[in-house]
Structure formats: C-alpha cells, structure tokens
Nanobody
Framework: QVQLVESGGGLVQAGGSLRLSCVVSGSIVSSNAMTWYRQAPGKQREFVAIITSGGDTNYLDSVKGRFTISRDNAKNTVYLQMNSLKPEDTAVYLC?????WGQGTQVTVSS
C-alpha cells in the first residue's frame, strides 16, 4: 500500500516561494514516476510536474522556469520548489504515484 503525505503549503505573497514535500511509504521514489497535480476551486485537477524513475522531468507550461521537481532518495521524498508564485498558482497541490494520491496541501498566493 503506497501512502503519500504532502506538506509545505501555506499563504504567500505574489513573487514569493514555497517548497512542497511528499513523503512516500510503501514504495521507492527512485523506482517510480512521481507527479504533482493541483486543483483550484471550481476547476479540474491539472498536471503540474513529473519526475520519472530515470530522473527526467516535465512541467506544465505555465510553471516552467518557476517550479522545480526533485527527489531525495535517502528520505524517500519528492519536492516541488515553487518560485515567483502568482495568484493563479493558488490551489490544493497533490502528490500522485502508482494510482495513489496524497491528501493534498493548500497553497494560497495573495496579490
């Protein structure tokens, strides 16, 4: 049973930064693709970033150059570093792997 626990969300002003963490149990982060999604109120859940088992990364166009996905194999944790945050980044951010979802962490960016 894969369990994913996100943390690191909060309230930040536009232009600020946050780092989200996703601690994984029941699976090895370096052996599986790890994905961040987000869901804003009244909107569909959307893909944000992925890191493959081989270390390749890909991003939603609107976050390229601002967000960075990474992993710490020793801590079995995946991160999402978010810089130059915009109000439109406000959403619940969720970690996904192997058909399992975390509970999400709220990110709110004020203008």
């Amino acid at each position: 049973q894969v369990q994913l626990v996100e943390s690191g969300g909060g309230l930040v002003q536009a232009g600020g930064s946050l780092r989200l963490s996703c601690v994984v149990s029941g699976s090895i982060v370096s052996s599986n693709a790890m994905t961040w999604y987000r869901q804003a109120p009244g909107k569909q859940r959307e893909f944000v970033a992925i890191i493959t088992s081989g270390g390749d990364t890909n991003y939603l166009d609107s976050v390229k150059g601002r967000f960075t996905i990474s992993r710490d194999n020793a801590k079995n944790t995946v991160y999402l570093q978010m810089n130059s945050l915009k109000p439109e980044d406000t959403a619940v951010y969720l970690c996904f792997s192997q058909r399992s979802w975390g509970q999400g962490t709220q990110v709110t960016v004020s203008s």
